[in-house]
Nanobody, 126 residues
């Protein structure tokens, strides 16, 4: 079992930055790929970023490439999403997720993730 708790959301102005954190509990966390997804009102949950267990491979949605960075600190059981150059269209609830398989590659498909946090709201004003 893996439990995930996100934090770091809030209100930012366009062009600003926020850093989301996702603290995990569970002994298999360090062996799982992790992902960030987001869901805006009236929309489906969309992929944002993913990182393998080793941290060597990452994947990003086109809409956030060059602006967002996913990272992980295994010693602290934490995954981060650094969000720079924020835009109003980045407004959403952001979720971190742990892959259902151990030692998998990155994935942009929500069905590949078994464990989810409760989400943290990010609001970007223009």
């Amino acid at each position: 079992q893996v439990q995930l708790v996100e934090s770091g959301g809030g209100l930012a102005q366009a062009g600003g930055s926020l850093r989301l954190s996702c603290v995990a509990s569970g002994r298999t966390f360090s062996n799982r790929a992790m992902g960030w997804f987001r869901q805006a009102p009236g929309r489906e949950r969309d992929f944002v970023a993913s990182m393998t267990a080793s941290g060597r491979r990452t994947d990003y949605a086109d809409s956030v490439k060059g602006r967002f960075t996913i990272s992980r600190d295994k010693a602290k059981n934490t995954v981060f999403l650094q969000m720079n150059s924020l835009k109003p269209e980045d407004t959403a609830v952001y979720y971190c997720a742990a892959h259902r398989l151990l030692y998998s590659g990155t994935s942009s498909t929500s069905l590949d993730y078994e464990y989810w946090g409760q989400g943290t709201q990010v609001t970007v004003s223009s």
